[in-house]
């Protein structure tokens, strides 16, 4: 290192002067956009964890502290002090809004919550077996074909477009996760009502019957707010990059969105709530209390899922909150669920066992919102709905400031290739088959 500001790489006889970028809260980045043009060398990170790809002024995260910031602002307070709807304005537009500009982006998210007629069709042409994920997806991406002026592909219209298209998506992915969930239960589609915040709207339009008043438990829906406060960004996670790396091929918000829900369904990201109450389940009707499962998982032979982060080497803070909130909600609704036992013996076990301490895996905010969403009555294979309902005014954020930014690039990395060098064609009749490895 030569000084604070750049940083000198020699390359055999070529040196690399790397500029070093300061973040706010004084992280160092060595900018490498010219090293190969200058030495021929690229860097090689599979899975990311050293490549910075995108200066960002949404979220803060200090893994090693446990320290999780939207806008600056700690996630702690946020969950004490503000709702869903404030923090999604927050994270988007950058300040928190005053209350007039409040009462008017819940007014246009309430507006928007109707579903063209056609697209209740297009999800009753769905298996009723259908992963919701899948059909989560794809109707993000049709919606845009409803709404051709907001979903253009050209980058000016799309933009001068963002704020209707904000609340289009915000609205609707609530919409339409109600309307899978009571497409699959043979339930007609229920609107949602003026009055009601947004989450009790949601409980509203996935459990009520016709004709009936909808019984919405305060509690119930506060739990259900803060799960999706908490899981409103995450900085560049996997489905988060997928939505800035679509959208920065010139794809609308629609696609982009689109596609972060499919990065999101995998059981090692948003997957994992779904995976952790299979886990539970299993452990629970297996008679094991946890112990065999951890023996397992240090094996190698499983993953104790809901544990451990690529960024958190420490409690993960939304965890800690879900936890609290976990405990009230039971306490509220009066429920018990054996997996919470399960679940607190296999924590206790595994932050005391030297397997997970040495390697830092702690608890995950998924280790708790499956038990959470469970309580509520939640079907597991919707968990990751859930979550992409709470991640959607991030990824909202996160494709404007990749939108927004001057010269902005296509994403685009490199390889390094380890395939077969040149090689000649051969003729279908001239080719014999490889001899087979137990031959
Ligand atoms: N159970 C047991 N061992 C684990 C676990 C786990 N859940 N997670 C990591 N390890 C071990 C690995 O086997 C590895 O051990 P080794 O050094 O002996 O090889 C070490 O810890 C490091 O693990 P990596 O896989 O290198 O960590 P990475 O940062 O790539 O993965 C991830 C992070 C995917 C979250 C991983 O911890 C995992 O699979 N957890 C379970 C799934 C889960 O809960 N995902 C949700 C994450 S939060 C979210 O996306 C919203």
Redesign the pocket.
């Given at each position: 290192m030569t000084n604070k500001s750049e940083i000198k790489v020699t390359f055999g006889n070529r040196g690399y002067v790397a500029p070093v970028i300061v973040g706010t809260e004084g992280e160092h980045a060595v900018d490498i956009r010219k090293l190969r043009a200058e030495t021929g060398f690229i860097t090689y990170d599979e899975?990311y964890?050293n490549t910075g790809s995108c200066e960002s002024a949404i979220t803060f995260i200090d893994g090693e502290k446990g320290i999780l910031r939207y806008r600056g602002y700690p996630i702690e307070e946020l969950a004490e002090r503000s709702n869903f709807i404030e923090s999604s304005y927050l994270v988007i537009y950058g300040e928190l809004p005053t209350p007039r500009e409040l009462e008017e982006f819940r007014n246009r998210i309430l507006l928007n919550a109707g579903i063209h007629e056609a697209l209740r069709t297009m999800v009753a042409g769905f298996p009723m077996t259908a992963h919701p994920m899948a059909g989560l997806s794809a109707m993000l991406n049709a919606l845009g074909c409803y709404y051709p002026e907001l979903s253009s592909n050209n980058r000016k219209q799309d933009l001068e477009n963002f704020d209707r298209t904000t609340t289009v998506l915000i609205s609707k992915v609530r919409a339409l996760a109600a309307m899978g969930y009571r497409y699959r239960n043979g339930l007609p589609v229920t609107y949602p009502k003026r009055g009601y915040s947004y989450c009790e709207n949601f409980l509203h339009m996935m459990f009520s019957y016709p004709g009936e008043d909808s019984q919405i438990h305060p509690d119930v829906a506060k739990a259900l707010d803060t799960l999706l406060l908490l899981h409103i960004d995450?900085e560049q996670?996997?489905s988060t990059s997928t939505v800035r790396m679509v959208g920065s091929g010139g794809a609308n918000l629609f696609a982009s969105v689109s596609a972060g829900v499919c990065a999101l369904w995998g059981?090692?990201?948003?997957g994992?709530n779904q995976?952790?109450i299979e886990m539970l389940t299993e452990i629970s009707e297996s008679g094991d209390d946890g112990t065999k499962f951890v023996e397992r998982?240090?094996a190698?032979e499983v993953?104790?899922?809901?544990?451990?982060?690529?960024v958190y080497k420490n409690y993960d803070p939304r965890a800690k909150i879900l936890h609290a909130q976990c405990m009230k909600i039971f306490d509220a609704i009066g429920v018990e669920d054996p997996l919470l036992k399960i679940a607190h013996r296999l924590e206790d076990i595994a932050l005391n066992d030297a397997?997970?301490k040495s390697?830092n895996?702690y608890p995950?905010?998924?280790?708790y919102s499956g038990i959470i969403l469970r309580a509520l009555g939640i079907p597991v294979n919707m968990f990751p709905v859930i979550?992409a309902m709470g991640r959607m005014p991030g990824w909202i954020a996160q494709w404007k400031e990749m939108a927004e930014r001057p010269g902005g690039r296509i994403y685009r990395p490199r390889q390094v290739y380890v395939g077969e060098r040149e090689r000649r064609f051969v003729p279908l009749m001239e080719r014999v088959a490889a001899p087979s490895a137990n031959a």
């Open positions: 899975g964890g995450h996670n996997c059981p090692m990201h948003g994992a995976a952790v998982a240090k190698g993953r104790l899922m809901g544990f451990g982060h690529r397997y997970f390697r895996l995950n905010v998924d280790f979550f």
